[in-house]
C-alpha cells in the first residue's frame, strides 16, 4: 500500500477543490443511470467506489439499493460525502484510504466502480489487480476516464493563452492554475498524468485478465463535458468501460 504521506499533494489539491468540485460534478444525472446499467447486478450486490469524491457515484447507486463502500484521500471530500448520506438516510461506509490497495477482504465486493480516477494514479495497472483481487469471480469493474489537459500543439497554445489572459483576471484562484502549482510535485510520475484515450484503458483491463469490455459513454444523449473538449477533439473526450473478471 502506498504511503499516504506521498500522496500529500494530492490530498492538498482535491481538499482545496472539494466544494467547487461538488458544485459541478453532480449536474450530470445520467452519470448515475449509465453506472447503475453498466454494472448489471442486482439490488444488494456490494459495490467500492474508488476514488468517491464528494460521493455523488456512492450516493447514487446506494439509493438504487446497492451496498456502498467508498474510499477517498481528501478529508474535504469525504466530509461532504458522508454529511449527503446523512441527509439522504442512505448507510454508506465512507473511509480515508488510496485507491490502489483499498483495505478491504479479497472477494467482498461484486463490483469496483471508479470516475475520472486512473489518470491520478502512479501504478493504475497495479491497481486494476488489486481491484481484480477485491472482486468475487464474475465480479464487475466500470471505469471512466479521458483526456483532460492539452496533448496537441493546438490545445497547448490554447492552454498557453488562456494561462496568459488570466493573469489580467482579479480571481486567479481558478482550478487549472492551482491544480498546476499543487500538482507539480507528483506530476512527473503519473504515466497518464494528461489522461488516457480509451485504447489505453481496454488495455489495462485487458492486461489485468479482465474480459468482455463494453463501452457506454454513448448512453449519454449529449456529451457531459464542456464545449472546449468539443472544439478540440481528444482533450475533454471521455469513455465509460465495463469489463468482467475472469
Known sequence: MIDMSLLQPVQRYWDWRAESFDATSCRHEPWVEIFAGAVDLP???RVLDAGT???FLALGLANKGFIVAGIDISVNMLDIAGKKARDMGLDIDFLRSGADDPPFAQGSFDAVVARNLLWTLK???ETLKNWAGLLRAGGRVVISD???RPVSPLQKAFDRAREFLQRFKENRLLHPEV??????E????LPFGRGLSVVQAEKLLTGCGFVNLKRHEHEFPENPYTVQGELFPGYGCFFILSAVKA
Open 123 to 125: 501504478y493504475p495497472q
Open 53 to 55: 469524491g464528494t460521493g
Open 43 to 45: 439490488p444488494g450486490s
Open 179 to 184: 491544480f498546476k502549482r499543487m500538482y507539480c
Open 146 to 148: 479521458g483526456i483532460w
Open 186 to 189: 507528483v506530476d512527473p510520475d
